[in-house]
């Protein structure tokens, strides 16, 4: 049984950095030549200048909100997408709404390398319990498992009996599906007192795969492993047998960056994913998942290569209300750069006596006389609301990505 997927995975960082270097400026100009709202926003950008992935953070940022309000305002993928729509596989239209494609090449997501990793193989039977209606997880997913050579029953969402008919009667070997509707069919396995002697491993994701979840699949013989993806997407990242957070997939970018900013943060830092995929028909650009994590120095001891994160960590939108008006994660960024001995900041909002009390606490070292007034000044023009400065030593705020921490508990 052959352990990588191909010889992707495996590249040395010389490699596979040499390989970006031809195609990140190829990706740029494509995006730049045949998606309109890229031929604008990378209107300036010389595609040769972006040559790797310390190259990508001169490239603006584009947020879901921007991708959602491009597609109200030029239907139905807002200029992002290089393929005309009628040229693509399919089309889906998730909550939000927000428009996806699918385009003709295989495995079009890339969750084949992620299944690949689960130990499904060639002649295994693929029971995908995510959704084919209107969204594009069950195709997503499907297309995967086929591109690594599975058999696939297309069992949806929800009809957990159903499920387990047809997992027993087809002798599935694997389920795909979120992490918690797998607990659901063996609950229900059970009450019918049907066993499943052939399921044997699970590769699950949209949703979180708790430790008591994975050791009670294990405990049946079910080895679970987790992906990481997005619609817009596709595969991020997925775990290895190695069990030490997710390898990054070979047909993106990620880059870990400061909430509310395109400024990559410190190795393990914990900041939002960023992502550059290489895909030709949907070339997103610096896409933001607003989702959290961080990097895993080193490689995995699977043999993988690629860089490592640890997973979801959280969301990033941590956009809240103070006395009335709005904080937002770019605000907090501007006080930071307007003050060069800042080395991290952090707002802290609490709830005394049903009023709001911010603190606005500052690593910084040496600062001198006249710092925290200075700074206050600026919080003041930039958040246009007052609070306390505390300034702090360097590494005392939490590793946690967060730039406004809302700790206030409300009566219900």
Same mark, same amino acid.
């Given at each position: 049984m052959?352990?990588?997927y191909?010889?992707?995975?495996?590249?040395?960082a010389d490699?596979?950095?040499?390989d970006?270097?031809?195609?990140?400026?190829?990706?740029?100009?494509?995006?730049?030549?045949?998606?309109?709202?890229?031929?604008k926003?990378l209107?300036?950008?010389?595609?040769?200048?972006i040559?790797?992935?310390d190259?990508?953070p001169?490239?603006?940022?584009?947020r879901?909100?921007?991708?959602?309000?491009?597609?109200a305002?030029?239907?139905?993928f807002?200029?992002?997408n290089?393929?005309?729509?009628?040229?693509?596989l399919?089309?889906?239209?998730s909550?939000g709404?927000?428009?996806?494609?699918?385009?003709?090449?295989?495995?079009?997501?890339g969750?084949?390398?992620?299944?690949f990793?689960?130990g499904f193989?060639?002649?295994?039977?693929?029971?995908n319990?995510?959704?084919y209606?209107?969204?594009?997880?069950?195709?997503?997913m499907?297309?995967g498992?086929?591109?690594?050579?599975c058999?696939v029953?297309p069992?949806?969402?929800?009809a957990?009996?159903q499920?387990?008919?047809?997992?027993?009667? %087809?002798?599935?070997?694997?389920?795909?599906?979120?992490?918690d509707?797998?607990?659901k069919?063996l609950?229900?396995?059970?009450?019918?007192?049907?066993?499943?002697?052939?399921?044997?491993?699970?590769?699950v994701?949209?949703?979180?795969?708790?430790?008591?979840?994975?050791?009670a699949y294990?405990?049946?013989g079910? /080895?679970?492993?987790?992906?990481?993806?997005?619609?817009?997407l596709?595969?991020?990242?997925?775990?290895?047998?190695a069990l030490?957070?997710?390898? /990054?997939?070979e047909r993106v970018?990620?880059?870990i960056?400061?909430?509310?900013?395109?400024?990559?943060?410190a190795?393990?830092?914990v900041?939002?994913?960023? /992502?550059?995929? %290489?895909?030709a028909?949907?070339?997103l650009?610096?896409f933001?998942?607003?989702d959290?994590?961080?990097?895993?120095s080193g490689a995995?001891?699977?043999?993988?290569?690629?860089?490592?994160?640890k997973?979801?960590m959280g969301?990033a939108?941590?956009?809240?209300?103070?006395k009335?008006?709005?904080?937002?994660?770019?605000?907090?960024?501007?006080?930071?750069k307007?003050?060069?001995?800042?080395?991290?900041?952090?707002?802290? $909002?609490?709830?005394?006596?049903?009023s709001?009390?911010? $603190? /606005?606490?500052?690593?910084?070292?040496?600062?001198?006389d006249?710092?925290a007034?200075?700074?206050?000044d600026?919080?003041?023009?930039?958040?246009?609301?007052?609070?306390?400065i505390?300034l702090?030593?360097?590494?005392?705020?939490?590793?946690d990505g967060?730039?406004?921490?809302?700790?206030?508990?409300?009566?219900?």
């Open positions: 052959t352990e990588f191909d010889a992707l995975e495996t590249r040395s490699q596979r950095a040499a970006r270097a031809t195609a990140l400026p190829a990706q740029i100009a494509h995006a730049k030549a045949n998606a309109s709202y890229y031929g926003v209107a300036d950008i010389d595609p040769a200048s040559d790797g992935a190259a990508l001169a490239l603006p940022i584009t879901k909100s921007d991708l959602m309000a491009q597609q305002e030029e239907p139905p807002g200029g992002l290089a393929t005309p729509a009628r040229d693509l399919r089309v889906f239209l909550p709404p927000i428009a996806d494609p699918e385009g003709r090449g295989r495995d079009w997501w969750m084949g390398r992620g299944i990793a689960a193989r060639q002649g295994d039977l693929a029971h319990c995510f959704s209606h209107h969204t594009p997880a069950g195709m997503m499907e297309v498992a086929q591109a690594v050579g058999t029953y069992g949806g969402v929800g957990t009996e499920q387990v008919q047809a997992m027993a009667y %087809f002798q599935a070997d694997g389920y795909i599906g979120t992490p509707f797998l607990g069919i609950e229900r396995a059970d009450e019918m007192g049907t066993a499943l002697p052939t399921l044997k491993k699970a590769f994701g949209g949703g979180a795969l708790f430790p008591s979840m994975r050791e294990q405990a049946r079910i /080895v679970t492993r987790q992906s990481y993806g997005t619609a817009d596709g595969l991020v990242a997925y775990e290895t047998p030490e957070g997710m390898v /990054v997939d970018i990620v880059e960056v400061r909430p509310g900013t395109g400024d990559p943060v190795e393990g830092e900041g939002e994913v960023v /992502v550059t995929t %290489f895909n028909d949907y070339p650009i610096r933001a998942t607003g959290m994590s961080a990097v895993l995995s001891p699977c043999g993988r290569t690629n860089m490592r994160i997973g979801w969301r939108d941590q956009r809240t209300k103070v009335g008006m709005f904080v937002d994660p770019a605000q907090v960024d501007r006080v930071a307007a003050h060069p001995e800042i080395g991290k900041i952090r707002v802290e $909002v609490t709830l005394v006596d049903n709001d009390v911010m $603190v /606005v606490k500052v690593e910084t070292e040496g600062a001198g006249g710092f007034e200075a700074v206050g600026t919080v003041q023009r930039e958040l246009k609301l007052r609070g306390k505390d702090v030593a360097p590494g005392s705020l939490p590793n967060k730039v406004i921490d809302d700790q206030r508990k409300y009566d219900t």
